[in-house]
T-cell receptor, first 109, second 111 residues
Framework: QKEVEQNSGPLSVPEGAIASLNCTYS??????FFWYRQYSGKSPELIMS????GDKEDGRFTAQLNKASQYVSLLIRDSQPSDSATYLC?????????FGTGTRLQVFP | EADIYQTPRYLVIGTGKKITLECSQT?????MYWYQQDPGMELHLIHY???????EKGDLSSESTVSRIRTEHFPLTLESARPSHTSQYLC??????????FGQGTRLTVV
């Protein structure tokens, strides 16, 4: 079992819709959770971090964490074609930061 | 914008050569990481450090080595490059709470 699992996609949503990206992790001791966006040929860039159960909102992005279910999600409201990228879930346990395989999101006009 | 730099950006080198990929950050971060990523594939952690004189191997078996003599510098060395080492190498740094900022990467091709 991989430490961090994501559906590779692609997830296709129309412009203006809500995109929902999911991630599960195996280590219950994990402490911090991150979402990164990676455009093709570019380095990942941090878009959200979350540390406690519940929702955290930042602009059009909402991260959700459920430690009991070992589940993290990212919602993107009012999706734009510029949101088309691969979204990486990352989980931190002590000093290691482990990434999932990423979900490719396609937002079509 | 994060201040983390990798050099070179691109490198084409012959089999058997020794190479060092440089990574520097000016944010005073304790934690630094090296990831390997093939095009369209996932990131694999190959080395990390949580401070000066501490280094650990990641989850992906790698023939590379790293050192952390100064907080800001975390070079990665391949003693004898092989075509199987062809990949993109990404360096990242972070501190408690906010992880991680990535450099622009080094795209390595071994011929």
């Amino acid at each position: 079992q991989k430490e961090v699992e994501q559906n590779s996609g692609p997830l296709s949503v129309p412009e203006g819709a809500i995109a929902s990206l999911n991630c599960t992790y195996s280590d219950r001791g994990s402490q911090s959770f991150f979402w990164y966006r990676q455009y093709s040929g570019k380095s990942p860039e941090l878009i959200m971090s979350i540390y406690s159960n519940g929702d955290k909102e930042d602009g059009r992005f909402t991260a959700q964490l459920n430690k009991a279910s070992q589940y993290v999600s990212l919602l993107i409201r009012d999706s734009q074609p510029s949101d088309s990228a691969t979204y990486l879930c990352a989980v931190q346990n002590t000093d290691k930061l482990i990434f999932g395989t990423g979900t490719r999101l396609q937002v079509f006009p | 914008e994060a201040d983390i730099y990798q050099t070179p950006r691109y490198l084409v080198i012959g089999t058997g050569k020794k190479i060092t990929l440089e990574c520097s950050q000016t944010m005073g971060h304790d934690k630094m990481y090296w990831y390997q990523q093939d095009p369209g594939m996932e990131l694999h952690l190959i080395h990390y450090s949580y401070g000066v004189n501490s280094t650990e191997k990641g989850d992906l078996s790698s023939e590379s080595t790293v050192s952390r003599i100064r907080t800001e510098h975390f070079p990665l060395t391949l003693e004898s490059a092989r075509p199987s080492h062809t990949s993109q190498y990404l360096c990242a740094s972070g501190d408690r709470g906010v992880l991680a900022f990535f450099g622009q990467g080094t795209r390595l091709t071994v011929v």
